[in-house]
């Protein structure tokens, strides 16, 4: 049965941990590893960005299409994202230390907080070059958009069929996957747009698809903006409801009460949890099968792999959900 203790959900490698009970009762462990091939997925994906963007704007000067050059330039922020992406990776794969005992994994959200300041960067580029067009149309070859509207299709639906796989267990590269789709959706627009102008010269078109764009652009900052951001601030991760694991865990047989509790995102694919144990008054050792009990249902039901127990015989403060005013008031006094 997998324990939430052995789990481990470093963005190189998952182990499937099976803990076997010996005939002394302590526990050994049995890891699977599985080969971890996101390094050499999210590289490949790097050459691909690069090759892209460079073909869009050589078209899009060429072709005179402002779209064409927003969409190279959002490939270009795509392709900084991924080569971010897999430092954090790299990075992400040292172990804890004594300065770092949680280990490097919040590296990740670093990288998307800088990812974010580029995104609203390019965005500011597209937004003043379609403006820009508004006042100042120019016919657009719209047979050159399509050629290369379909090299960027091309390009990002491959680098998102490359990084699918590991985007199943990985935060981090599930990022880059999602830029990558999002980056095939803007090739497509980008491609309609030609073929409309092959039939009808709307040119303002072309730089109204760019201010699209921006939107969507944005739309993704904010969203990675506010999840950097609330496990940055340790806050309590969006998919957890604390009253709903306190009520849980009171039902285990054994518990006579939790409070003080914790939930936090370590990095944005492991959480940590923490609260305080009320049980009746025995040896320490008593609480073991319990303690095992309770960090296996906490991995199972809510997916709490980082969890830290402490059994008490009284509750804290009010015993409530959130003691710890409570504490500091009593330990004040």
């Known amino acids: 049965m997998k324990s939430p203790n052995d789990f481990n959900h470093g963005h190189d490698s998952r182990k499937a941990v099976e803990h076997v009970q010996n005939s002394t009762g302590t526990c050994s462990h049995q890891h699977m590893d599985v080969k971890d091939t996101s390094g050499s997925r999210l590289l490949m994906t790097l050459a691909l960005n690069l090759i892209i963007p460079i073909a869009q704007v050589i078209g899009g000067v060429y072709a005179h299409s402002m779209a064409l050059i927003s969409d190279a330039t959002h490939n270009f922020s795509d392709f900084v994202a991924v080569l971010l992406a897999y430092i954090a990776h790299r990075i992400g794969k040292k172990g804890a230390s004594f300065q770092n005992t949680f280990g490097y994994k919040r590296a990740e959200i670093l990288a998307a907080a800088m990812n974010v300041a580029i995104l609203i960067g390019a965005s500011a580029f597209i937004l003043y070059?379609?403006?820009?067009?508004?006042?100042?149309?120019?016919?657009?070859?719209?047979?050159v958009v399509i050629l290369l509207a379909g090299v960027g299709i091309l390009?990002?639906?491959?680098?998102?069929?490359?990084?699918?796989?590991?985007?199943?267990?990985?935060?981090?590269?599930?990022?880059?996957?999602?830029?990558?789709?999002?980056?095939?959706?803007?090739?497509?627009?980008v491609l309609i747009n030609g073929v409309v102008l092959i039939f009808r010269p709307w040119y303002w078109l072309d730089p109204l698809l760019s201010i699209l764009i921006v939107l969507f652009i944005l739309k993704n900052c904010w969203s990675i903006l506010k999840s950097a951001g609330g496990i940055l601030m340790n806050a309590t991760p969006k998919d957890l409801n604390i009253e709903e694991i306190k009520v849980f865990l009171e039902q285990i047989p054994g518990v006579c009460g939790v409070h003080y509790l914790h939930a936090w995102n370590i990095s944005a694919s492991s959480i940590g949890f923490s609260c305080h144990v009320e049980v009746l008054d025995q040896w320490v050792s008593k609480t073991e099968k319990l303690g095992?009990?309770?960090?296996?249902?906490?991995?199972?039901?809510?997916?709490i792999d980082h969890p830290v127990l402490q059994f008490e015989t009284g509750s804290c403060g009010n015993g409530g959900v959130l003691c710890e005013i409570s504490c500091g008031d009593a330990m004040n006094d």
């Open 129 to 143: 070059g379609a403006v820009d067009r508004f006042y100042h149309p120019q016919a657009v070859l719209g047979k």
């Open 292 to 303: 095992e009990r309770i960090r296996h249902e906490l991995f199972r039901r809510f997916d």
């Open 155 to 189: 390009g990002n639906g491959l680098s998102a069929l490359l990084l699918h796989r590991d985007s199943k267990h990985s935060l981090n590269v599930r990022g880059a996957f999602l830029h990558m789709v999002g980056d095939l959706l803007t090739s497509v627009m």
